[in-house]
């Protein structure tokens, strides 16, 4: 980098868009790659996909949740019960 004017603006554009929201709220730079499509999943392959999380993860799901979590949440609870309900 030589320090000039120009060299620094996208940097300081892409920082506004990233405080301003997400990164599809910005415009794309030119020398970024088109984003690549979506595809949706069937539920044949959500279905697999989800066992294979459960498996992979089954012995993390089965500890027990650390103490101080389990105050957060619970004072999260009564924070919510406590809110008005429109």
Excluded at 23 to 44: F, K, L, M
């Amino acid at each position: 980098m030589t320090g000039h004017e120009d060299e620094q603006a996208p940097l300081a554009t892409a920082g506004m868009a990233e405080a301003a929201g997400p990164a599809s709220a910005r415009p794309r730079h030119p020398a970024e790659p088109h984003p690549a499509p979506r595809r949706a999943i069937d539920g044949v392959a959500r279905d697999r996909i989800g066992r294979g999380l459960r498996l992979h993860y089954a012995e993390v799901l089965a500890l027990p949740i650390p103490d101080r979590l389990r105050t957060l949440l619970d004072d999260l609870a009564a924070c919510s019960d406590t809110e008005v309900q429109p």
